[in-house]
């Protein structure tokens, strides 16, 4: 079978550029191979990575049956475990999305709305002028709470302290491109001692999967749960055959979604706040929209605003929190783009490719909320979020969750970048996030008159 040219670099160069120049690597590939080239990289078979449209909605819109993506993200087997939505495929995928699904859209994630608001004014409230923080830092603390909130119903007490304190430090295992490869090479993942990196992740692990196991005990002998928290849906949910979830099930989803559903939010928001404060011209429009819903905007009503949903949706253009989208697996043979693909092919559609293309995006180098104003593009041409059978679950939840946390710190701070030099994208896991996290200085405060979110958290 003929693959698409690619670069002939040894797989093991391959690996280091992917790993430590992920945009230039593929920018410089795109350029010399095309909308289709073959990368080899150490460790994992040929993959065809595909950045025209027509033939990302050919493979994100094929029969679910034809690819499969689970057994690829295997990568990610020691963070989230053997029965995490992320590694399944065929129907057991499709039946337990259709679990996991709903409470992050429509009404269920509406009423998270004054919560997110809530626990953003908590989380600032200390803030003093002339207080210098991380951006990314502060999000995370905000975006995992929400989660935990979301899956749990409840982040308060000594576990879930303990909780979030672990969850956070557990990524720092994989918080840059040298830590990363613990992922990517297994010969790395060696237990040494809890003094070794891998040794440590180890040891944190087992004490996060202490605490979720303590609380699923204590929910299993609370045998009338009425709480309408993530947890209790999966307890109460049965299979076809009337099975409900192990324990050990419940695990390893409640993991995926505290771990999907938290730095990847937290990274795309530290960009937002990156571009608004690096653009002003973006935050001056922002703020006249902002003002111009009043003093006590409902979250639905934030929600809706065309300028800060563009600045959301241009931050997820410029730098996609994941470059690829999950890679897919072919069962039968296809014919795309002129080539013959036979059973076993793996496709990565690449989301930062498509979002650099100039024939789509022009100036896609220039961030510019505009464009998100004039034009509408289609789910191939802008998809931040992946798409098909695998789309992300989170995502009204995500942009819900990054407008209201931008509109609640820009309507009560005056905020300003430490360093208006350019932030490089560093990969984080699997996410990309900003280099140094955005060091940001706080400068002013509005006034309390002008204050447009009311807390209830007293
Ligand atoms: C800005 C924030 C986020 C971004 C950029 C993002 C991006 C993505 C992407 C690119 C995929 C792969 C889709 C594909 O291969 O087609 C994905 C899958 C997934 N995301 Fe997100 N995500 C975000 C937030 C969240 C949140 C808040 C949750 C929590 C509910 C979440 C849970 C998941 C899950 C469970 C999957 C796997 C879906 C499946 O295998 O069927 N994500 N996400």
């Known amino acids: 079978m003929k693959l698409p040219d690619g670069p002939h670099t040894p797989p093991l160069v391959q690996l280091i550029n992917v790993l430590l120049r992920p945009l230039e690597t593929l920018e410089e590939n795109a350029k010399l191979y095309g909308d289709c080239f073959t990368t080899r990289i150490t460790g994992f078979p040929p993959l065809i990575v595909v950045s025209h ?53 429509g009404e269920r994630m509406r009423t998270y709305g004054q919560l997110i608001c809530d626990i953003t004014e908590k989380v600032t409230d200390h803030w003093t002028i002339g207080k210098t923080f991380v951006a990314r830092s502060i999000l995370q603390e905000i975006s995992l709470r929400v989660i935990l909130r979301a899956v749990f119903g409840v982040d308060e007490g000594q576990r879930f302290e303990e909780l979030r304190r672990l969850v956070s430090k557990i990524l720092d295992t994989f ?16 237990d040494l001692g809890s003094w070794s990196p891998w040794g440590r992740f180890l040891r944190q692990r087992e004490q996060v999967d202490k605490l979720i196991y303590a609380e699923i005990q204590e929910r299993r002998q609370q045998s009338h749960s009425s709480s309408e928290d993530i947890l209790s849906l999966m307890m109460s949910a049965r299979d076809g055959s ?53 003093d006590h905007p409902d979250p639905s009503e934030i929600a809706k ?14 730098y996609p929190i994941g470059l690829f989208t999950f890679t897919r697996i ?51 041409e802008y998809l931040p979020f992946g798409g098909g059978s695998r789309r992300c679950i989170g995502m009204a939840f995500a942009l819900f969750e990054m407008k209201l946390v931008l509109a609640n710190i820009l309507s009560h701070w005056q905020l300003d970048l430490v360093d208006h030099r350019p932030v490089h994208p ?3 896991g699997v996410a990309t996030t900003p280099a140094d996290g955005v060091p940001m200085i706080v400068v002013g405060k509005k006034s309390p008159t002008s204050k447009p979110l009311q807390s209830v958290i007293s």
């Open 53 to 105: 449209p027509q033939a990302i909605q050919e493979i994100l819109t094929a029969d679910s049956k034809l690819f499969d993506a689970g057994q690829t993200n295997q990568i990610l087997h020691p963070l989230v475990g053997d029965y995490s939505l992320l590694l399944m495929d065929g129907d057991r995928h499709q039946s337990q999305r259709r679990l996991l699904t709903p409470p992050f859209h």
């Open 175 to 190: 918080d840059s491109p040298i830590k990363s490869s613990f992922l990517f090479l297994k010969i790395l993942q060696k």
């Open 242 to 294: 009337g099975q409900t979830m192990t324990d050990q099930q419940l695990r390893d989803e409640l993991m995926t979604l505290l771990l999907a559903g938290h730095e990847t939010t937290a990274s795309a928001l530290a960009w937002a706040l990156y571009w608004i404060h690096k653009q002003p011209t973006v935050k001056e429009k922002l703020l006249q929209e902002l003002e111009s819903i009043g």
């Open 305 to 318: 605003l065309p300028y800060l949903t563009a600045v959301c949706q241009e931050t997820l253009r410029i």
């Open 330 to 380: 072919l069962k039968s043979p296809l014919q795309l783009m002129g080539y013959n693909y036979e059973p076993g092919t793996c496709f990565a559609p690449c989301i930062y490719l498509v979002h650099h293309r100039e024939d789509i995006y022009p100036q896609p180098k220039q961030f510019q909320p505009e464009r998100f104003l004039e034009r509408q593009y289609s789910p191939y």
């Open 426 to 428: 560093v990969r984080r």
